[in-house]
């Protein structure tokens, strides 16, 4: 049934109110009960020196869990199992890799944007280049994305209108990002709280039906079940002969392109850095240390529930009517559907857990579209000689203005019929191996030269491009052998778009490498960052934590290889 009950809004309203009252608590108590800010437009985008570790932490798995993870990963749990957590669990091991390096760099260097970072870097055509890029891609792509996805899934929950769904998921959003990364920072440990809380109810419903179905009870024997009825559901490293290998093609998700999904998203991204850059390093460190600790319970929230739905599809507990079946079978209904049988009560919670994933997403999103606005483009080119209170008002318009263009622009992308989190990832893939090789040799190679910036962001995506359809032009079936290429459906021989993305950061690191040492040999000396040896190692309590991550990793990928 594809509605809430009463007691279903009421446990949905009674998670809004805590959001809503927690959030004007913080914002209060930032500023005067007259509503005057007290502090700059740092402490309105980055909350500098505000944010607990623990805030932090939680305010980056909200910004990162969304619509995608619940709807798109919980599909592609349903299609190819386990092996999708690879994402969730590569990500804990990027995260600890982003503290120890990457962080202490922006800090030292007091870069609180990644626009900010090319320029101090490079040049600034390279980035008010790339601040024009990412505000495109931040809006047209992932706003647009979290809105309509968010939206779908919330209303084939509750029966609700969906334009009403996107109008009322901007307007919430809206009032978090209004007061600004203090308020989104500390609401976000909320939401996290109902996204967790909510996801293992759901999780443990799902299990419990599957062992119910099979005449048992409990989730150890619904999980034994699963493992049995779907063994081929808990395998992380597919063989070239199983048919999703050209999503997560074998052993690239531990030595290859994953890296660069994870590398770049976690540590190239204002959406998500911009979480850590207002905070001193240990406090920083500890924060992602804390986020990569959760990363390691995401797939049990978001990937379990979508293989239960797969053992309960195969038994025919579901209808065709809710997945489809031949060509039109729908992997992305799995997390919906489930929802939808959940008892009254339990169901609100779930609910609940959805929305705050979607509105944590979409508050963080808007906070990062407002400071890349305002500081890298209002303040370096609109208007120079803006006082501090004036930014914050201009962070505040830029905020509302993208979530309108998000709602107006999302019914027209085709959304819903691209697919889900696959889609999501390989579409990012056409630009992250470019911006992540910039970084990465800003980052740690001196040498590096503007030119060299300039190939990566613009010869990085025409070369994704002309991968994507070179197996059309040029027959790749000698790469075959090596796993780099997988006959598709019609026949020809295609590159997995993570080996894509290996090979694209490669060609771009070493003409980048050339086109450096080509020009210092003239006598072009590049801008290098203030690097220290010293400032890279961790405290001690970082590295014991970051030792058990990575057993419980390797345990992880022993056990389910």
Known sequence: MNQLATLDYIVFFVYFLIVSGYGIWIYRRKTGHDGTIEGDSKDYFLAEGSLTWWAIGSSLIASNISAEQFVGMSGSGFKMGLAIATYEWMAALTLIIVAVFFIPVYLKNHIFT????????????????????????????????ILYLGAIAISSIAGLNLTFCMYALAVFAVIITLGGMKVIGFTDVIQVFFLILGGLATTYLALDMVADHYGQSGVISGFKLMQDQAADHFQMIFQKDNPNFIDLPGLTVLLGGMWIVNLNYWGCNQYITQRALGADLPTARSGILFAAFLKLLMPVIVVLPGIAAYVLYKQDVFGATEFGEGANLNPDRAYPVLLNILPVGLKGLSFAALTAAVVASLAGKANSIATIFTLDIYK?????????????????????????????????????????????????GFVSPGIFAMFILGFFWKKTTSNAALFATIGGFLLSIMFKFLPGLVD??????????????????????????GFVFVICIIVMVIISLLETSRGVVAKGLEVDASMFKPQRSFTIGAMVIAVILTALYTIYW
């Open 380 to 428: 370096k080119v609109l208007n120079t000689e803006a006082s501090e209170k004036k930014l914050v008002v201009v962070g505040k318009i830029a905020v509302v203005v993208a979530m309108i263009l998000g709602v107006l622009i999302a019914p027209h992308l085709g959304i819903d019929k691209k697919g889900g989190f696959q889609y999501i990832q390989e579409y990012t």
């Open 476 to 501: 790749l079936s000698f790469l075959a052998p090596l796993g780099f290429a997988v006959k598709s459906e019609a026949g020809i021989y295609e590159i997995p778009f993570l080996d894509r993305m």
């Open 114 to 145: 990644m626009p900010q970072f090319l320029h101090q870097r490079y040049n600034g055509t390279v980035a008010m280049i790339m601040a024009i890029f990412w505000l495109m891609l931040y809006v047209v792509v992932n706003l647009t994305s």
